[in-house]
């Protein structure tokens, strides 16, 4: 190949000023380690370790069978748009139609629909922070301004509504944010999100994109709460969810958005031309997730369970000052006090360096926080087995014992 041609300089820029999703790079760069031999624990990406219920799978067996072969509508098959409808109903409180629903290939895919779909160039997107690692590079896809709110470790990594309302500028377009949080595990309660709905309310240009792709994994008594069933603004939010994590449905790239019909219409004119309706066996088996709720039930408490663990674990590290998550399957530590302390051969000046470190001394695999808006911490999945996750802490806390 010529010189010429292997230019990434040829790249176009929005594709040279994009940022590698930390979560695939280091998952990647763990499969790399793995291949050399040494058994490495990856808890790098965050991803159920359990399959999808049987129901769901007997769906998809039936929909091959049955020659569901072809292309579905842009927005995908009408007994799906019914079922995600019937499910905003029944767990939400939000009462839209099947023409307010369109499917995407995953909730990534959603969630970069909606932002195409709204943001011009810009545009003012206030990300609640820490933020999963996709929102920011999203934002700047669509010429957006992100504009960052750090939640406190304090204040449980929440932002407050004081923080947003201070926040809010005449080119502020859309609040965005995941309940429960990937990757703190935080979740934003009834009376937070109230709050931040009478600010919204009071700003007829602001959109909210509503990520709760975790519902299903909150361990709080007082459960999920959705911000689009506040009557006041609920044309103005954009519900996104999806089967990944409560089906443990990650590889059948199921996505959804609920939200005003002209919203939904400007993304399909978008998919349209750029995925079409998305794979219609997926599309087929998802129509009957909801019917048994049994498995997003038990999986929750193994997360529970393993939360325990994990928390415990990271606490007896000296110096890890550990927040507990109340949803969602990953721990997040402050690990900053390692910064500056080296093993005799690498200094570890941040949380990219304690992550690569763990990595290729202790082979577990984590993700650095800075990815995510909060370069203290890192993310540790607790999405494995509870043998791993012991190992896994045995290992890390091995090994940052050696760092002076
Ligand atoms: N939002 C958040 C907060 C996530 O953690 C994920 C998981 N990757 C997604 C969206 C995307 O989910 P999906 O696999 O459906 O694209
Ligand atoms: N949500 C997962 C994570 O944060 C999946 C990886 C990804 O899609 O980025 O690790």
């Known amino acids: 190949m010529s010189a010429v041609l292997e230019s990434t300089a040829l790249l176009a820029d929005r594709i040279n000023n994009l940022e590698e999703s930390a979560t695939l790079a280091m998952s990647k ?24 219920p049987k129901h769901i799978c007997e769906a998809a067996k039936a929909a091959i069978d049955g020659g569901f072969h072809n292309y579905t509508p842009v927005s995908g098959i009408a007994e799906l748009r019914k079922a995600i409808a019937d499910k905003f109903k029944r767990d939400n409180n939000i009462d839209w139609k099947p023409e307010n629903i369109i499917v995407s290939t995953g909730a990534k895919h959603s969630l970069a629909n909606a932002i195409q779909v709204l943001i011009n160039p810009g545009d003012e997107v206030i990300i609640l922070a820490p933020y999963w690692v996709s929102y920011s590079e999203m934002v700047k896809l669509a010429d957006g301004k992100a504009v960052v709110l750090n939640g406190a470790f304090e204040n449980d990594f929440k932002v407050t509504p004081e923080q947003i309302e201070a926040a809010i500028t005449p080119k502020t377009k859309m609040i965005m944010y995941a309940s429960p949080n990937n990757p703190t595990g935080s979740v934003y309660s009834e009376a937070e999100l109230r709050k931040i709905a009478a600010i919204v309310e009071k700003h007829e240009n602001i959109f909210v994109l509503a990520d709760e792709i975790y519902e299903y994994i909150n361990f709080l008594e007082e459960g999920h709460f959705s911000i689009g069933s506040i009557p006041a603004i609920k044309d103005r939010v954009i ?17 959804f958005i609920g939200a005003a019909k002209w919203i939904v219409d400007g993304i399909d004119k978008l998919q349209g031309q750029v995925t079409s309706g998305t794979n219609h066996i997926a599309q087929k088996a998802s129509v009957v997730a909801w019917d048994d709720m049994s498995a997003p039930a038990i999986m929750k408490e193994a997360y529970l369970r393993r939360r325990g663990l994990v928390v415990d674990g990271l606490k007896a590290i000296p110096g890890f000052k550990v927040n507990i998550p109340d949803g969602a399957f990953y721990a997040f530590p402050d690990v900053s006090t390692y910064f500056g302390k080296t093993d005799g051969e690498t200094e570890i000046k941040d949380a990219d360096d304690l992550s690569m470190w763990l990595l290729e001394k202790a082979y577990v695999a984590t993700v650095s926080g800075s990815g995510f808006g909060a370069p ?23 090994a940052v014992a050696t760092l002076k």
């Open 239 to 255: 519900t996104v969810n999806g089967m990944a994590k409560g089906f443990a449905m990650t590889g059948w790239r199921i996505g």
């Open 376 to 398: 203290n911490c890192i993310r540790i999945s607790t999405a494995a087995s509870d043998e791993n996750l012991l190992e896994a802490i045995e290992r890390i806390k091995t």
């Open 29 to 52: 760069k763990s499969r790399e380690i793995a291949a050399q031999g040494h058994k490495v624990i990856n808890l790098s990406v965050g991803e159920p370790d359990f399959k999808t």
